[in-house]
């Protein structure tokens, strides 16, 4: 196997990946100190959920509520040129750490897709967010699927999907283009050994060839703030989720943006096939766009978000 297709392979094994049961009960954390039910003092923009994983949040500015759902290995600082420009224009931004990544708590459980959507449903519902635009990164497309499938549209206006791992990874008898279990599980062996390599070695694909090599350092540093269990299992969670069927049953205007030239997500299998399984879904190729296109195409996808959400 060449270089490009072992890339491909490796983050599309991690099934939306960034780089390379009911509804949640929760205390909110809204002021500057707050106290759970067992009388633990939580910072400020942290949620709890009920299996009490403290959730970072960050929520800017004010107007029509954008959400922001991160990808794999990541956290919520992946979106801060879109939520900047937009707060800019009169939009008040949102974005959390799923539970395993970033400044959240790292529990040993549940990073499942139900679970992961439940902890997006606690946030909407904690901050009373209504009119939503959901928008999406890779693994974070197939949380926002899910959550629709899971808990309605009432407070969803739209949703934009970039780079998403959508709608099925897994090489299957009816998924033919699918990845092998057995390549993805040597993948995933090799994390368990040595991530920051990895890392290391597979970062560049996720930007231009122009990207700084302090903005690739940045986010392999992000990246290593994350639990290697919740990497682990998010990636076997989206390689085992297959959307096809929930696809087909959003109603909510839906914008896929996708790059020709990210090898993380290939556009064939990922983002086409999700515009053709959503019903009157909108299609945008960023032709030279690689998966990380939130850096390499800032003005363009900030441009297409401001255009789609004020519709």
Same mark, same amino acid.
């Given at each position: 196997?060449?270089?490009?297709?072992?890339?491909?392979?490796?983050?599309?094994?991690?099934?939306?990946?960034?780089?390379?049961?009911?509804?949640?009960?929760?205390?909110?954390?809204?002021?500057? #100190?707050?106290?759970?039910?067992?009388?633990?003092?939580?910072?400020?923009?942290?949620?709890?959920?009920?299996?009490?994983?403290?959730? %970072?949040? #960050?929520?800017?500015?004010?107007?029509?509520?954008?959400?922001?759902?991160?990808?794999?290995?990541?956290?919520?600082?992946?979106? *801060?040129?879109?939520?900047?420009?937009?707060?800019? #224009?009169?939009?008040?931004?949102?974005?959390?750490?799923?539970?395993?990544?970033?400044?959240?708590?790292?529990?040993?459980?549940?990073?499942?897709?139900?679970?992961?959507?439940?902890?997006?449903?606690?946030?909407?519902? *904690?901050?009373?967010?209504?009119?939503?635009?959901?928008?999406?990164?890779?693994?974070?497309?197939?949380?926002?699927?899910?959550?629709?499938?899971?808990?309605?549209?009432?407070?969803?206006?739209?949703?934009?999907?970039?780079?998403?791992?959508?709608?099925?990874?897994?090489?299957?008898?009816?998924?033919?283009?699918?990845?092998?279990?057995?390549?993805?599980?040597?993948?995933?062996?090799?994390?368990?050994?040595?991530?920051?390599?990895?890392?290391?070695?597979?970062?560049?694909? %996720?930007?231009?060839?122009?990207?700084?090599?302090?903005?690739?350092?940045?986010?392999?540093?992000?990246?290593? *703030?994350?639990?290697?269990?919740?990497?682990?299992?998010?990636?076997?969670?989206?390689?085992?989720?297959?959307?096809?069927?929930?696809?087909?049953?959003?109603?909510?205007?839906?914008?896929?943006?996708?790059?020709?030239?990210?090898?993380? *997500?290939?556009?064939?299998?990922?983002?086409?096939?999700?515009?053709?399984?959503?019903?009157?879904?909108?299609?945008?190729?960023?032709?030279?766009?690689?998966?990380?296109?939130?850096?390499?195409?800032?003005?363009?996808?900030?441009?297409?978000?401001?255009?789609?959400? #004020?519709?």
């Amino acid at each position: 196997m060449n270089r490009r297709s072992l890339l491909t392979s490796v983050t599309s094994a991690a099934a939306g990946a960034a780089l390379f049961a009911g509804s949640p009960e929760a205390v909110w954390a809204k002021d500057t #100190k707050s106290a759970d039910a067992k009388g633990r003092i939580l910072p400020s923009q942290f949620l709890e959920t009920r299996d009490r994983t403290a959730l %970072f949040y #960050k929520d800017w500015g004010s107007g029509k509520p954008v959400v922001f759902v991160h990808s794999w290995a990541v956290s919520s600082d992946l979106w *801060q040129y879109q939520m900047v420009h937009l707060c800019g #224009k009169g939009m008040r931004c949102v974005a959390f750490d799923r539970r395993g990544h970033g400044r959240s708590s790292q529990p040993g459980h549940g990073y499942d897709y139900d679970t992961l959507a439940d902890d997006l449903a606690l946030l909407l519902e *904690q901050l009373d967010l209504r009119e939503v635009t959901l928008v999406g990164h890779s693994m974070g497309c197939g949380e926002i699927v899910r959550y629709l499938s899971r808990h309605g549209s009432s407070r969803v206006d739209r949703i934009v999907l970039v780079g998403t791992g959508t709608p099925f990874a897994l090489k299957t008898p009816d998924n033919p283009e699918g990845i092998d279990r057995a390549v993805l599980d040597k993948i995933r062996d090799s994390w368990a050994k040595d991530l920051p390599r990895w890392l290391a070695e597979n970062s560049r694909p %996720f930007f231009a060839s122009e990207t700084s090599p302090e903005m690739i350092q940045w986010l392999i540093r992000m990246a290593l *703030q994350s639990s290697l269990k919740a990497l682990l299992d998010c990636s076997n969670a989206s390689t085992d989720a297959d959307f096809r069927t929930e696809l087909v049953a959003i109603t909510v205007p839906t914008l896929i943006i996708h790059g020709d030239a990210d090898v993380s *997500q290939p556009i064939e299998q990922r983002g086409r096939r999700t515009a053709q399984l959503i019903p009157g879904s909108r299609f945008k190729l960023y032709e030279g766009a690689p998966h990380g296109l939130m850096f390499t195409h800032t003005d363009r996808l900030n441009a297409d978000l401001l255009a789609f959400i #004020k519709e």
